[in-house]
């Protein structure tokens, strides 16, 4: 039979699902293949939580049944703010696991040849050294303010390298550092810093207000537009091949500070008005840096978007799809 599978393949070239395929990283994959980065060989299927239940394992094996996906990216999970996963670790941890699981487990059993999945810099250790690399992953306990999110994403890696030794799967993962780009959610209390910065200006200019912004504005941040992850998302689908995590990220070198960050934004938008950082405000952590040099060895000419470039185009997309946008 495996002869057989293996010709049906090469006739039909490869279909691929990806999970999630509404939100932030799958809309801009979505763009990326229709772009000119698909391959004729490739069928590309994206799917969100409107077309499945990933949490019911039944609903997931329906899916995969009707879809027979050759390769996976898996970028679904149950996502929040800061303070709801505060609020509901439980429930965060209970519904990635319950997702992951059936993700993968369908892979498994419908013989996917590829998985990909998605993780995130909050699961490294909460007390650490810096830059973070790949092999600290495990080095101890996530930030306590949403251990439940952090562990269900740990164990994806855990389950690869267990799918991998039992069943010789290839399941990977990728740890981005702050994704951000069109169709992100730009919730000002819920979401991240880069898309609620660009909320608040965009509210700042309607109103003919100042603009407050948290803290200090010294903290730094590694930011990945979202178009430059999709195009080495589809990279590492073709051509990694290490069960371990890969971190997707810029440069050490490439970390900006919240205050640029803001100061990019108001250039972006011809926000005249003034900029005032409240200080009473906490900071958060200063700094979360992550190597990327695992990625440079793979890739050493890879591209990076200007962050400048990056953030106009984020900017002209929020502007023109205000009323349709998440906020």
């Known amino acids: 039979g495996d002869k057989v599978a293996g010709h049906r393949v090469s006739m039909e070239g490869k279909r691929i699902l990806v999970t999630g395929g509404s939100g932030l990283v799958g809309k801009a994959i979505e763009k990326v293949v229709a772009d000119g980065e698909g391959r004729p060989d490739e069928q590309w299927i994206f799917i969100s939580s409107k077309d499945a239940d990933l949490t019911n394992a039944a609903d997931t094996k329906c899916l995969f049944e009707k879809h027979k996906p050759t390769h996976v990216i898996h970028l679904a999970a149950m996502v929040g703010g800061l303070f709801r996963n505060m609020k509901y670790n439980l429930d965060f941890l209970r519904n990635n696991l319950h997702i992951n699981d ?33 092999t600290m992953i495990h080095n101890g306990p996530p930030h306590t303010s949403n251990f439940g999110y952090s562990y269900a994403k740990r164990m994806i890696d855990v389950q690869n390298r267990a799918y991998y030794e039992q069943h010789g799967c290839k399941f990977t993962s990728v740890i981005p550092t702050n994704v951000f780009g069109p169709h992100d959610n730009f919730n000002i209390d819920d979401g991240h810093v880069l898309p609620g910065l660009i909320h608040k200006v965009y509210s700042a200019k309607q109103n003919g207000t100042a603009l407050s912004i948290w803290g200090t504005g010294q903290p730094r941040r590694q930011f990945i537009y979202s178009l430059d992850l999709a195009r080495l998302f589809i990279w590492v689908l073709r051509e990694y091949n290490e069960v371990d995590p890969i971190i997707l990220s810029v440069g050490e070198e490439d970390e900006v500070s919240i205050k640029e960050a803001a100061e990019s934004i108001v250039a972006a938008m011809e926000f005249k008005g003034e900029l005032i950082f409240d200080s009473t405000k906490s900071d958060g952590q200063f700094k979360k840096t992550a190597s990327n040099h695992k990625l440079r060895k793979y890739l050493p000419d890879f591209q990076f978007t200007p962050f400048n470039k990056a953030v106009q185009e984020t900017c002209n997309w929020f502007n023109s799809n205000y009323a349709q946008a998440r906020k």
Do not use: R
């Not at 419908?110 to 830059?131: A, E, N, R, W």
């Open 102 to 134: 059936n993700v993968l487990h369908s892979a498994y059993e419908m013989g996917v040849q590829k998985v990909v999945s998605c993780l995130s810099t909050c699961i490294f250790p909460d007390k650490t050294t810096y830059p973070i690399d790949e």
